[in-house]
């Protein structure tokens, strides 16, 4: 094996020049499944929060459809890493909080109209607390045991 060239060992070893650097910030938020809450496949965005929505969260996030953060003031954070994920914020790894509010501590950035947001710490873990089952019933309906339906 040949050994590669100064300049070109110097170059993968600098940091990129796009990186940005994050912002910190306390978020407050619910955690999404982004596929039908952008979508619209499971209805309309105030149909697929909350408890009504929660078993098709937990599916899309099994699946791995990362998740995001739904603040108070209808903005959307892609969570690119959760605390405690050492790979990232899709999969299973996050199922334990699907549908929760939670309170966290980490880095914002914005790049062409998105918000990202990476969760370097959960300060509170406060549950399903966005109880939609009144509005929505269960979402997706094929979730509702058989013998419940009639």
Same mark, same amino acid.
């Given at each position: 094996?040949? /050994?590669?060239?100064? !300049?070109?060992?110097? +170059?993968? =070893?600098?940091?990129? %020049?796009?990186? #940005?650097? $994050?912002?910190?910030?306390?978020?407050?938020?619910?955690?999404?499944?982004?596929?039908?809450?952008?979508?619209?496949?499971?209805?309309?965005?105030?149909?697929?929060?909350?408890?009504?929505?929660?078993?098709?969260?937990?599916?899309?996030?099994?699946?791995?459809?990362?998740?995001?953060?739904?603040? /108070?003031?209808?903005? !959307?954070?892609?969570? +690119?890493? =959760?605390?405690?994920? %050492?790979?990232? #914020?899709? $999969?299973?790894?996050?199922?334990?909080?699907?549908?929760?509010?939670?309170?966290?501590?980490?880095?914002?950035?914005?790049?062409?109209?998105?918000?990202?947001?990476?969760?370097?710490?959960?300060?509170?873990?406060?549950?399903?607390?966005?109880?939609?089952?009144?509005?929505?019933?269960?979402?997706?309906?094929?979730?509702?045991?058989?013998?419940?339906?009639?």
């Amino acid at each position: 094996m040949r /050994p590669l060239p100064l !300049v070109l060992t110097a +170059l993968l =070893m600098a940091p990129p %020049a796009f990186a #940005a650097s $994050g912002e910190r910030i306390q978020i407050t938020g619910e955690v999404i499944d982004t596929w039908c809450y952008f979508s619209g496949v499971m209805g309309p965005t105030d149909a697929v929060v909350g408890s009504a929505h929660h078993t098709c969260a937990l599916w899309c996030s099994a699946g791995g459809i990362p998740v995001g953060l739904l603040a /108070p003031d209808g903005t !959307v954070y892609m969570v +690119l890493k =959760m605390e405690g994920d %050492a790979d990232n #914020a899709g $999969g299973d790894t996050n199922l334990h909080i699907a549908s929760h509010t939670i309170e966290a501590d980490g880095l914002h950035y914005t790049r062409d109209g998105l918000n990202y947001l990476i969760v370097e710490t959960i300060t509170a873990d406060l549950d399903i607390i966005n109880q939609t089952h009144d509005d929505f019933g269960v979402i997706p309906g094929f979730a509702i045991p058989e013998e419940a339906a009639q």
